[in-house]
Protein backbone atom coordinates (compact mmCIF):
# COMPACT_ATOMS: atom_id res chain seq x y z
CA UNK A 1 0.00 0.00 0.00
CA UNK A 2 1.29 3.47 -0.62
CA UNK A 3 2.67 5.93 2.04
CA UNK A 4 0.16 9.19 2.14
CA UNK A 5 1.98 11.87 3.20
CA UNK A 6 -0.27 15.35 3.62
CA UNK A 7 -0.38 18.49 6.24
CA UNK A 8 -1.38 18.23 9.48
CA UNK A 9 -2.69 21.13 9.56
CA UNK A 10 -4.18 24.80 7.11
CA UNK A 11 -5.79 27.84 8.33
CA UNK A 12 -7.87 29.48 5.89
CA UNK A 13 -10.89 32.26 5.42
CA UNK A 14 -13.94 32.59 4.56
CA UNK A 15 -14.79 32.80 1.00
CA UNK A 16 -10.94 31.45 0.11
CA UNK A 17 -10.01 28.53 -2.27
CA UNK A 18 -8.39 25.67 -0.04
CA UNK A 19 -5.89 23.59 -1.75
CA UNK A 20 -4.52 20.09 0.19
CA UNK A 21 -1.71 18.42 -1.21
CA UNK A 22 -1.03 14.84 -0.51
CA UNK A 23 2.46 13.24 -1.31
CA UNK A 24 2.06 9.42 -2.47
CA UNK A 25 5.84 8.91 -4.40
CA UNK A 26 5.13 5.07 -4.26
CA UNK A 27 1.47 4.84 -5.55
CA UNK A 28 1.35 1.28 -7.70
CA UNK A 29 -0.33 1.35 -10.95
CA UNK A 30 -4.00 0.13 -10.03
CA UNK A 31 -4.21 2.42 -7.36
CA UNK A 32 -6.87 5.39 -7.24
CA UNK A 33 -6.84 8.64 -4.41
CA UNK A 34 -9.72 9.11 -2.62
CA UNK A 35 -10.44 11.92 0.06
CA UNK A 36 -12.75 11.72 2.83
CA UNK A 37 -13.81 14.36 5.09
CA UNK A 38 -14.76 13.93 8.80
CA UNK A 39 -16.52 16.54 10.59
CA UNK A 40 -16.06 16.34 14.54
CA UNK A 41 -18.08 13.90 16.13
CA UNK A 42 -19.06 12.51 12.81
CA UNK A 43 -17.96 9.15 10.67
CA UNK A 44 -15.76 10.19 7.76
CA UNK A 45 -17.45 11.02 4.80
CA UNK A 46 -16.22 9.94 1.14
CA UNK A 47 -15.96 13.28 -0.96
CA UNK A 48 -13.91 11.98 -4.36
CA UNK A 49 -11.98 10.10 -6.31
CA UNK A 50 -9.54 9.45 -9.11
CA UNK A 51 -7.32 8.07 -10.89
CA UNK A 52 -5.30 10.84 -13.34
CA UNK A 53 -5.87 14.28 -14.48
CA UNK A 54 -8.69 16.12 -12.96
CA UNK A 55 -11.98 15.34 -11.18
CA UNK A 56 -14.95 17.40 -9.71
CA UNK A 57 -17.99 16.90 -8.38
CA UNK A 58 -20.43 19.37 -6.44
CA UNK A 59 -17.91 19.48 -3.63
CA UNK A 60 -14.61 19.06 -4.50
CA UNK A 61 -11.92 19.11 -7.38
CA UNK A 62 -9.25 16.13 -7.36
CA UNK A 63 -6.22 17.34 -9.34
CA UNK A 64 -3.76 14.13 -10.38
CA UNK A 65 -0.43 15.37 -12.64
CA UNK A 66 0.80 12.70 -14.99
CA UNK A 67 3.31 10.99 -12.85
CA UNK A 68 0.30 10.61 -10.33
CA UNK A 69 3.35 11.06 -6.87
CA UNK A 70 0.89 13.66 -5.61
CA UNK A 71 -2.75 15.12 -5.69
CA UNK A 72 -4.30 18.09 -4.58
CA UNK A 73 -7.86 18.09 -3.12
CA UNK A 74 -9.60 21.77 -4.25
CA UNK A 75 -12.12 23.19 -1.95
CA UNK A 76 -13.88 26.50 -3.94
CA UNK A 77 -14.86 29.20 -1.55
CA UNK A 78 -14.62 27.34 1.91
CA UNK A 79 -17.16 28.12 4.95
CA UNK A 80 -17.20 27.82 8.27
CA UNK A 81 -18.92 24.54 7.85
CA UNK A 82 -16.03 22.84 5.36
CA UNK A 83 -14.12 23.18 8.82
CA UNK A 84 -12.42 19.34 9.16
CA UNK A 85 -10.00 16.87 8.92
CA UNK A 86 -9.46 15.90 5.43
CA UNK A 87 -7.78 12.23 4.49
CA UNK A 88 -5.87 11.23 1.32
CA UNK A 89 -6.00 7.11 1.20
CA UNK A 90 -4.52 5.85 -1.88
CA UNK A 91 -5.24 2.00 -2.56
CA UNK A 92 -6.35 -0.75 -5.57
CA UNK A 93 -10.08 -0.50 -5.42
CA UNK A 94 -10.43 -4.23 -6.71
CA UNK A 95 -7.43 -5.67 -5.04
CA UNK A 96 -6.42 -9.29 -6.54
CA UNK A 97 -5.40 -10.80 -2.99
CA UNK A 98 -7.95 -10.23 -0.62
CA UNK A 99 -9.51 -6.64 1.16
CA UNK A 100 -7.30 -3.57 0.64
CA UNK A 101 -7.16 -2.15 3.97
CA UNK A 102 -7.50 1.40 3.83
CA UNK A 103 -4.83 3.68 6.07
CA UNK A 104 -6.56 6.16 7.71
CA UNK A 105 -3.60 8.84 8.76
CA UNK A 106 -3.67 11.61 11.06
CA UNK A 107 -5.14 13.78 7.76
CA UNK A 108 -5.14 17.38 7.63
CA UNK A 109 -6.75 19.83 9.90
CA UNK A 110 -8.70 22.38 8.20
CA UNK A 111 -10.11 25.60 10.06
CA UNK A 112 -11.81 27.81 8.41
CA UNK A 113 -11.94 31.16 10.09
CA UNK A 114 -14.61 34.29 9.88
CA UNK B 1 -32.54 5.23 3.83
CA UNK B 2 -30.87 5.07 7.28
CA UNK B 3 -27.49 4.43 5.68
CA UNK B 4 -25.03 3.26 8.53
CA UNK B 5 -26.66 3.11 12.14
CA UNK B 6 -24.66 2.21 15.16
CA UNK B 7 -26.20 1.70 18.68
CA UNK B 8 -25.54 2.46 21.28
CA UNK B 9 -23.74 6.13 20.95
CA UNK B 10 -22.76 6.33 24.30
CA UNK B 11 -21.09 3.91 26.56
CA UNK B 12 -19.41 3.68 29.63
CA UNK B 13 -18.30 0.57 31.11
CA UNK B 14 -16.05 -0.75 34.11
CA UNK B 15 -12.78 -3.04 33.34
CA UNK B 16 -13.71 -6.36 33.02
CA UNK B 17 -16.96 -5.73 31.92
CA UNK B 18 -18.74 -7.17 28.28
CA UNK B 19 -20.76 -5.19 26.27
CA UNK B 20 -21.75 -5.46 21.84
CA UNK B 21 -21.61 -2.66 19.65
CA UNK B 22 -24.45 -3.40 17.12
CA UNK B 23 -24.02 -2.38 13.28
CA UNK B 24 -26.95 -2.34 10.92
CA UNK B 25 -26.56 -1.29 7.23
CA UNK B 26 -29.62 -0.45 4.36
CA UNK B 27 -27.74 -0.28 1.01
CA UNK B 28 -27.36 -4.09 0.54
CA UNK B 29 -23.57 -3.65 0.91
CA UNK B 30 -21.68 -6.91 1.09
CA UNK B 31 -18.90 -5.41 3.27
CA UNK B 32 -18.82 -4.14 6.31
CA UNK B 33 -15.98 -2.98 8.68
CA UNK B 34 -15.24 -1.94 12.44
CA UNK B 35 -12.72 0.89 12.88
CA UNK B 36 -11.52 2.41 16.31
CA UNK B 37 -10.65 6.12 16.37
CA UNK B 38 -8.30 7.67 19.38
CA UNK B 39 -8.01 11.27 20.07
CA UNK B 40 -6.18 13.09 17.23
CA UNK B 41 -5.51 10.14 15.22
CA UNK B 42 -6.82 7.98 12.14
CA UNK B 43 -8.80 5.36 12.20
CA UNK B 44 -7.58 1.65 12.64
CA UNK B 45 -9.41 -1.48 11.40
CA UNK B 46 -10.33 -3.84 13.95
CA UNK B 47 -12.00 -6.29 12.08
CA UNK B 48 -13.83 -6.55 8.67
CA UNK B 49 -16.08 -8.82 6.80
CA UNK B 50 -16.03 -9.24 2.98
CA UNK B 51 -19.09 -10.80 2.50
CA UNK B 52 -22.05 -12.53 4.73
CA UNK B 53 -20.44 -15.31 6.15
CA UNK B 54 -16.73 -14.10 6.61
CA UNK B 55 -14.95 -11.69 9.06
CA UNK B 56 -11.46 -11.33 8.92
CA UNK B 57 -8.90 -9.84 11.17
CA UNK B 58 -7.63 -6.01 10.73
CA UNK B 59 -5.33 -4.12 12.11
CA UNK B 60 -5.77 -4.33 15.74
CA UNK B 61 -8.08 -7.21 16.64
CA UNK B 62 -6.94 -7.87 19.98
CA UNK B 63 -9.85 -7.83 22.94
CA UNK B 64 -12.62 -7.96 20.45
CA UNK B 65 -14.72 -10.61 18.51
CA UNK B 66 -17.76 -9.87 15.70
CA UNK B 67 -19.99 -11.23 14.27
CA UNK B 68 -21.46 -11.10 10.85
CA UNK B 69 -25.16 -11.89 11.81
CA UNK B 70 -26.63 -11.06 8.40
CA UNK B 71 -26.11 -9.34 5.22
CA UNK B 72 -27.34 -6.17 7.03
CA UNK B 73 -25.98 -6.48 10.42
CA UNK B 74 -22.26 -7.00 11.71
CA UNK B 75 -21.71 -6.68 15.91
CA UNK B 76 -18.61 -5.99 17.31
CA UNK B 77 -18.56 -7.66 20.94
CA UNK B 78 -15.59 -6.69 23.92
CA UNK B 79 -15.59 -9.63 26.20
CA UNK B 80 -13.49 -8.36 29.10
CA UNK B 81 -13.25 -3.89 28.83
CA UNK B 82 -9.66 -2.78 29.29
CA UNK B 83 -9.49 0.96 29.26
CA UNK B 84 -6.99 1.39 26.46
CA UNK B 85 -10.42 0.13 24.95
CA UNK B 86 -11.52 3.56 25.45
CA UNK B 87 -12.10 5.07 22.16
CA UNK B 88 -14.91 5.79 19.80
CA UNK B 89 -15.69 2.92 17.79
CA UNK B 90 -17.66 3.40 13.08
CA UNK B 91 -19.01 0.86 11.72
CA UNK B 92 -18.66 1.04 8.17
CA UNK B 93 -20.15 -0.73 4.94
CA UNK B 94 -18.96 -0.33 0.79
CA UNK B 95 -19.36 -3.15 -2.32
CA UNK B 96 -16.46 -5.90 -2.12
CA UNK B 97 -15.65 -3.83 -5.74
CA UNK B 98 -15.23 -0.85 -4.10
CA UNK B 99 -13.72 -0.93 -0.99
CA UNK B 100 -12.47 2.79 -1.25
CA UNK B 101 -15.96 4.07 -1.23
CA UNK B 102 -17.27 3.23 2.61
CA UNK B 103 -20.44 4.59 4.51
CA UNK B 104 -19.50 5.23 8.03
CA UNK B 105 -22.10 5.28 10.80
CA UNK B 106 -22.19 8.21 13.33
CA UNK B 107 -19.84 6.09 15.79
CA UNK B 108 -20.51 4.68 19.38
CA UNK B 109 -18.21 6.94 22.22
CA UNK B 110 -17.01 3.90 24.44
CA UNK B 111 -15.65 4.83 27.90
CA UNK B 112 -13.47 2.26 30.18
CA UNK B 113 -13.08 3.57 33.74
Known amino acids: LAKTTQPISMDSYEGQEVNITCSHNNIATNDYITWYQQFPSQGPRFIIQ???TKVTNEVASLFIPADRKSSTLSLPRVSLSDTAVYYCLVGDLVPSGGYNKLIFGAGTRLAVHP | NAGVTQTPKFQVLKTGQSMTLQCAQDMNHNSMYWYRQDPGMGLRLIYYSASEGTTDKGEVPNGYNVSRLNKREFSLRLESAAPSQTSVYFC????????????FGPGTRLTVL
Open chain 1, 50 to 52: GYK
Open chain 2, 92 to 103: ASSEWGDQDTQY
